[in-house]
């Protein structure tokens, strides 16, 4: 089950993030063969003076704002539940 941890500063959308759930889901079928319905997407909203950038927080440098909401600051984590050989039929 590959599962797509993402963190952004506030401020997007919910549609905005159907849209990354959607998008990310449909990338890792495509990428690496997992079948949709194992795809899970978890989306951390960080608030913008909880994130920092070359030692200042996003906050003071003017990102995460409402109008701001486009800001491309996003971390993305990939990790895949790995099946015990025992269940997998493998040895």
Same mark, same amino acid.
């Given at each position: 089950?590959?599962?797509?941890?993402?963190?952004?500063?506030?401020?997007? @959308?919910?549609?905005?993030?159907?849209?990354?759930?959607?998008?990310?889901?449909?990338?890792?079928? $495509?990428?690496? !063969?997992? *079948? &949709? $319905?194992?795809?899970?997407?978890?989306?951390? $909203?960080? *608030?913008?003076?909880?994130?920092?950038?070359?030692? @200042?927080?996003?906050?003071? &440098? !003017? &990102? !995460?704002?409402?109008?701001? +909401?486009? $800001? *491309?600051?996003? +971390?993305?984590?990939? @990790?895949?539940?790995?099946?015990? *050989?025992?269940?997998? !039929?493998?040895?």
């Amino acid at each position: 089950m590959p599962i797509a941890q993402i963190h952004m500063i506030e401020g997007r @959308t919910e549609a905005q993030k159907q849209a990354v759930i959607e998008k990310v889901t449909q990338a890792l079928v $495509d990428a690496v !063969g997992a *079948p &949709r $319905d194992s795809v899970r997407v978890l989306i951390h $909203d960080v *608030p913008a003076e909880n994130w920092g950038i070359a030692g @200042t927080t996003a906050k003071s &440098r !003017g &990102r !995460g704002k409402p109008a701001a +909401s486009s $800001d *491309p600051v996003v +971390s993305l984590q990939l @990790t895949r539940r790995l099946t015990p *050989p025992s269940q997998n !039929g493998r040895s």
